[in-house]
């Protein structure tokens, strides 16, 4: 079963940035997806973007054209560049694998957009 362990959540003001990192304790199969989950209190989670082995990426629709979904192969690493945050953004963001039927959670990041 991988592992994951993410970095860089943090407080950010509306209009800001952050970058989240989360890497993998092997190399991920072509046949595994990576995503990140964003969750507020009393919530579950909910996905907000996604990227396959092949760098096909997905967004809901509150992030497209603010968040960026990128990996890198070579380091077994996928990032989440988050450009123009607003309050609606705060949550705890984590780093999911699917693979095989299974999913496997990083251990979660805590981001909050405040002024």
């Known amino acids: 079963q991988v592992h994951l362990v993410e970095s860089g959540g943090g407080r950010v003001e509306p209009g800001g940035s952050l970058t989240l990192s989360c890497v993998a304790s092997?190399?991920?199969?072509?046949?595994?997806?990576m995503a990140w989950y964003r969750q507020v209190p009393g919530k579950e989670p909910d996905i907000v973007a996604s990227?396959?082995?092949?760098?096909?990426?997905g967004y809901v629709g509150a992030v497209k054209g603010r968040f960026a979904n990128s990996r890198d192969i070579a380091t077994n690493t996928v990032y989440l560049q988050m450009n123009d945050l607003t309050d609606e953004d705060t949550g705890i963001y984590f780093c999911?694998?699917?693979?095989?039927?299974?999913?496997?959670w990083g251990q979660g990041l805590q981001v909050t957009v405040s002024s």
């Open positions: 999911n694998d699917f693979s095989g039927g299974q999913f496997t």
């Open positions: 092997r190399p991920l199969a072509t046949s595994e997806q």
């Open positions: 990227i396959t082995h092949d760098g096909i990426k």
